[in-house]
Protein backbone atom coordinates (compact mmCIF):
# COMPACT_ATOMS: atom_id res chain seq x y z
CA UNK A 1 0.00 0.00 0.00
CA UNK A 2 1.07 3.16 -1.23
CA UNK A 3 0.35 6.26 0.18
CA UNK A 4 0.39 9.74 -1.05
CA UNK A 5 0.52 12.97 0.22
CA UNK A 6 0.25 16.63 -1.47
CA UNK A 7 1.28 20.03 -0.53
CA UNK A 8 2.06 23.36 -1.35
CA UNK A 9 -1.78 24.70 -2.50
CA UNK A 10 -2.78 28.10 -1.27
CA UNK A 11 -4.28 31.30 -2.39
CA UNK A 12 -2.76 33.11 -5.28
CA UNK A 13 -3.54 35.83 -7.82
CA UNK A 14 -4.19 35.59 -11.39
CA UNK A 15 -0.95 35.49 -13.14
CA UNK A 16 1.18 34.04 -10.20
CA UNK A 17 2.46 30.52 -9.43
CA UNK A 18 2.03 27.73 -7.60
CA UNK A 19 4.32 24.13 -7.06
CA UNK A 20 2.60 21.66 -6.08
CA UNK A 21 4.21 18.80 -4.43
CA UNK A 22 3.07 14.82 -4.21
CA UNK A 23 5.44 12.83 -1.46
CA UNK A 24 4.89 8.95 -1.80
CA UNK A 25 5.81 6.05 1.29
CA UNK A 26 7.35 4.37 -1.40
CA UNK A 27 8.13 3.37 -5.00
CA UNK A 28 5.30 4.22 -7.57
CA UNK A 29 4.87 3.77 -11.27
CA UNK A 30 3.06 6.45 -13.44
CA UNK A 31 1.66 9.34 -11.58
CA UNK A 32 -0.82 11.94 -12.76
CA UNK A 33 -2.28 14.98 -11.07
CA UNK A 34 -6.33 15.60 -11.32
CA UNK A 35 -8.44 18.41 -10.09
CA UNK A 36 -12.13 18.96 -8.93
CA UNK A 37 -13.89 22.27 -9.13
CA UNK A 38 -16.81 22.63 -7.02
CA UNK A 39 -19.87 20.93 -8.54
CA UNK A 40 -17.36 19.57 -11.48
CA UNK A 41 -16.22 15.58 -11.85
CA UNK A 42 -12.45 15.01 -11.19
CA UNK A 43 -10.47 15.58 -14.74
CA UNK A 44 -6.90 15.23 -15.42
CA UNK A 45 -4.45 17.43 -15.40
CA UNK A 46 -1.03 15.79 -16.12
CA UNK A 47 0.08 12.21 -16.05
CA UNK A 48 3.70 11.34 -16.05
CA UNK A 49 5.42 7.90 -16.89
CA UNK A 50 7.91 5.94 -14.58
CA UNK A 51 11.04 7.26 -15.87
CA UNK A 52 9.49 10.98 -16.53
CA UNK A 53 10.20 10.20 -20.18
CA UNK A 54 6.29 10.66 -20.90
CA UNK A 55 4.37 13.14 -19.93
CA UNK A 56 0.63 14.41 -20.83
CA UNK A 57 -1.12 17.69 -20.52
CA UNK A 58 -4.83 18.30 -20.60
CA UNK A 59 -5.37 21.24 -23.24
CA UNK A 60 -6.18 24.26 -20.92
CA UNK A 61 -3.20 23.72 -19.00
CA UNK A 62 -0.37 23.23 -21.66
CA UNK A 63 2.47 25.77 -22.01
CA UNK A 64 1.59 26.97 -18.15
CA UNK A 65 1.45 23.80 -16.11
CA UNK A 66 4.90 21.31 -15.74
CA UNK A 67 4.72 18.17 -14.31
CA UNK A 68 7.93 15.97 -13.31
CA UNK A 69 8.91 14.02 -10.42
CA UNK A 70 11.92 12.49 -9.05
CA UNK A 71 12.15 9.05 -8.18
CA UNK A 72 14.68 9.35 -5.74
CA UNK A 73 12.56 11.14 -3.61
CA UNK A 74 9.51 9.19 -3.98
CA UNK A 75 8.06 13.12 -4.75
CA UNK A 76 6.55 14.33 -7.91
CA UNK A 77 5.87 17.70 -8.85
CA UNK A 78 3.52 20.29 -10.63
CA UNK A 79 4.78 23.70 -11.52
CA UNK A 80 1.89 26.14 -12.21
CA UNK A 81 2.46 29.44 -14.08
CA UNK A 82 0.50 31.65 -15.18
CA UNK A 83 -2.59 30.71 -13.01
CA UNK A 84 -5.99 31.69 -13.64
CA UNK A 85 -9.44 31.58 -11.46
CA UNK A 86 -10.14 28.06 -13.69
CA UNK A 87 -7.48 26.57 -11.98
CA UNK A 88 -9.13 26.98 -9.16
CA UNK A 89 -9.90 23.29 -7.74
CA UNK A 90 -9.06 20.68 -5.33
CA UNK A 91 -5.71 19.07 -6.90
CA UNK A 92 -5.15 15.77 -6.18
CA UNK A 93 -2.11 13.32 -6.94
CA UNK A 94 -2.71 9.59 -7.99
CA UNK A 95 -0.25 6.71 -8.33
CA UNK A 96 -0.55 3.73 -10.83
CA UNK A 97 -0.72 -0.17 -9.25
CA UNK A 98 1.01 -1.49 -12.41
CA UNK A 99 1.51 0.55 -15.16
CA UNK A 100 5.01 2.38 -16.03
CA UNK A 101 2.96 4.66 -18.96
CA UNK A 102 1.40 7.61 -19.08
CA UNK A 103 -2.28 7.05 -17.64
CA UNK A 104 -5.22 9.58 -18.25
CA UNK A 105 -7.99 8.06 -16.90
CA UNK A 106 -8.64 8.30 -13.04
CA UNK A 107 -10.78 4.90 -12.55
CA UNK A 108 -7.09 3.06 -13.44
CA UNK A 109 -5.56 5.19 -10.57
CA UNK A 110 -5.44 2.69 -7.43
CA UNK A 111 -3.69 5.15 -4.92
CA UNK A 112 -5.06 8.66 -4.40
CA UNK A 113 -3.41 11.02 -1.94
CA UNK A 114 -6.30 13.61 0.16
CA UNK A 115 -5.70 16.55 -2.81
CA UNK A 116 -4.12 20.27 -1.35
CA UNK A 117 -6.71 23.18 -1.84
CA UNK A 118 -5.51 25.77 -5.12
CA UNK A 119 -7.44 28.97 -5.47
CA UNK A 120 -6.73 31.69 -7.92
CA UNK A 121 -8.22 35.12 -7.22
CA UNK A 122 -9.04 37.32 -10.17
Known amino acids: QVQLVESGGGLVQAGGSLRLSCAAS?????MGWFRQAPGKDRVIVAA????????YYQDSVKGRFTISRDNDKNTMYLQMNSLKPEDTAIYYC??????????????????WGLGTQVTVSS
Open 48 to 55: ISWSGSTT
Open 26 to 30: GVTLS
Open 94 to 111: AAHKKSVNVVIHADEYGY
